[in-house]
T-cell receptor, first 113, second 114 residues
Framework: AQSVTQLDSQVPVFEEAPVELRCNYS??????LFWYVQYPNQGLQLLLK??????LVKSINGFEAEFNKSQTSFHLRKPSVHISDTAEYFC???????????FGAGTRLTVKP | DTEVTQTPKHLVMGMTNKKSLKCEQH?????MYWYKQKAKKPPELMFV???????INESVPSRFSPECPNSSLLNLHLHALQPEDSALYLC?????????????FGDGTRLSIL
């Protein structure tokens, strides 16, 4: 079965600093990869996804993630974070044609002024 | 605003009560999901419905009973719950059997068992 490892449980950064949230996955077959964000007292919102094609995917709010097959990674990056980016970020993996999505343990991003 | 609506937002119940959680979506999705999320943990899949039929059941205790009365509604019936069942229960939906389309989540029902 597929699985996801998020290496950092908490990442504190200062406003306008760059950030990288790490995600590694394991699977014996091709997978789809996702990043979801969860703000306090809310459900999960899709941030970006890798399905196929270009290995660099971008969101509308400045986040990007790069699929690296050789390193089985899908790290999330943002060159300059805002206070409003403070949230829990979950990396997730899903097999092709399978709606069974598995989430990583989550990374708490805290942006300080 | 989320396109998946969950009610109630908060629920407190005793271990002998019977209650139901409701989830509704009007996006034409034919797959719907229940997840359980404990504090500071990721969501854990409980049930998947595909075309109103249960397709995945992750060995959830029988005190949780899902029901999908139509393609827009998904209920979770609760009976004789335990304190460890206190959690955020998330509903999600997606296009059927097509993970090219992401899952859309509701804001959840925060359940507390006394």
């Amino acid at each position: 079965a597929q699985s996801v490892t998020q290496l950092d449980s908490q990442v504190p950064v200062f406003e306008e600093a760059p950030v990288e949230l790490r995600c590694n996955y394991s699977s014996s077959v091709s997978v789809y990869l996702f990043w979801y964000v969860q703000y306090p007292n809310q459900g999960l919102q899709l941030l970006l996804k890798y399905l196929s094609g270009s290995t660099l995917v971008k969101s509308i709010n400045g986040f990007e993630a790069e699929f690296n097959k050789s390193q089985t990674s899908f790290h999330l990056r943002k060159p300059s974070v805002h206070i409003s980016d403070t949230a829990e970020y979950f990396c997730a993996v899903s097999l092709y044609n399978n709606n069974d999505m598995r989430f990583g343990a989550g990374t708490r991003l805290t942006v300080k002024p | 605003d989320t396109e998946v609506t969950q009610t109630p937002k908060h629920l407190v119940m005793g271990m002998t009560n019977k209650k139901s959680l409701k989830c509704e979506q009007h996006m034409g999705h034919r797959a719907m999901y229940w997840y359980k999320q404990k504090a500071k943990k990721p969501p854990e899949l409980m049930f998947v419905y595909s075309y109103e039929k249960l397709s995945i059941n992750e060995s959830v205790p029988s005190r949780f009973s899902p029901e999908c009365p139509n393609s827009s509604l998904l209920n979770l019936h609760l009976h004789a719950l335990q304190p460890e069942d206190s959690a955020l229960y998330l509903c999600a939906s997606s296009h059927i059997a097509d993970t090219l389309q992401p899952q859309h989540f509701g804001d959840g029902t925060r359940l507390s068992i006394l």
